[in-house]
């Protein structure tokens, strides 16, 4: 589906939440994420690429594709910026490809502290903190290798489904996709015993000592008309790939809420997505107007169309 957004970009106030201290980035693992969303339809299962960064004491697992789409439409963003230069009320239009929508939620994992903090991003980044599951995993003798990397079986019940992961002793991260962690060693793959969602291995990499962080100047730098530099902030959009930098953060501009208060910033989303943007330009300090050709979508839709889904990844389980 396409999209395009006519926004004005401006300066604005940062909004900022008590951050966990960043971590170093030691591996970047890929996932082919497949899930068979409506069981009516199984011949036409939800496909994915998901990325995993884990460190020593921190992990956040994120979809690849949405990192890709950011910074595609950051290029878009800056090129037309730089061709405007000069003019005092930029008009920005960003172009959009997507076939189905993208995972929006991003999972920090840090096992020391059992705790997980989903982030979420409408216009402002949103974080909401829980415990970590504790999920209950029985390690069994079967081993298997994954494009060369030795692993092991382990079963679980977890979120209404029966779970087989299959996780690297050698590689000492106790994190994996999704919500699943907990095994002494990488989750390389798993799915559960229906294969309706399955986490395929699709890679791994070590992250050099020398890596830059990859967003370090996601700003604009622009002519200004006495001859000096200006610089044009982008916000309310993700910008750069953070996660492909050389530490795991959360970002420093986000605002702690709960599951059920950010439940009703994407009602309102939904019913008046233009009124909802403007209304949060306005709260984050953003003089400037936000013009959108999308029409309002049903509550709890997608900025694409959104898919049948009789099959949660999540299943309630039944009392």
């Not at 490809?97 to 979420?120: G, R, V, W």
Request: proline share 6%.
């Amino acid at each position: 589906m396409k999209k395009i957004l006519t926004i004005c970009l401006a300066t604005a106030l940062t909004i900022s939440a008590k951050a966990q201290n960043p971590d170093k980035a030691l591996a970047r693992v890929r996932y082919t994420f497949t899930h068979i969303q409506d069981t009516t339809q199984r011949d036409k299962p939800r496909t994915e690429n998901m990325l995993l960064v884990t460190g020593k004491n921190a992990s956040v697992y994120t979809s690849y594709d949405k990192l890709n789409q950011s910074l595609n439409m950051q290029k878009q963003i800056q090129e037309q910026i730089k061709n405007q230069s000069g003019n005092g009320n930029m008009q920005i239009q960003v172009k959009s490809e997507t076939k189905t929508p993208l995972t929006q939620a991003d999972y920090f994992f840090f096992p020391n502290e059992h705790k997980m903090i989903t982030k979420e991003r409408l216009f402002n980044n949103y974080l909401i903190e829980e415990a970590a599951p504790q999920i209950d995993w029985k390690i069994l003798k079967d081993t298997m290798s994954f494009s060369g990397i030795p692993c092991q079986k382990a079963i679980t019940r977890f979120k209404g489904r029966n779970w087989i992961a299959w996780f690297a002793t050698e590689i000492p991260f106790q994190s994996g996709p999704w919500k699943l962690n907990g095994l002494p060693g990488l989750i390389v793959e798993a799915y559960d015993d229906k294969k309706e969602v399955k986490f395929e291995f699709a890679g791994l990499e070590n992250v050099k000592d020398d890596a830059s962080e990859a967003n370090a100047d996601d700003d604009v730098k622009i002519a200004a008309p006495n001859g000096g530099v200006g610089v044009v902030k982008m916000v309310g959009i993700d910008t750069g790939t953070p996660y492909l930098g050389s530490e795991i953060k959360l970002p420093a501009d986000a605002i702690k809420t709960t599951r059920k208060e950010l439940d009703k910033l994407k009602d309102a989303r939904d019913k008046d997505p233009q009124g909802f943007m403007q209304a949060q330009m306005t709260a984050s300090g953003i003089q400037g107007s936000f013009k959108s050709n999308t029409a309002p979508r049903p509550s709890g839709g997608s900025a694409a169309t959104k898919p049948e889904i009789n099959n949660p990844i999540e299943i309630p389980e039944k009392k």
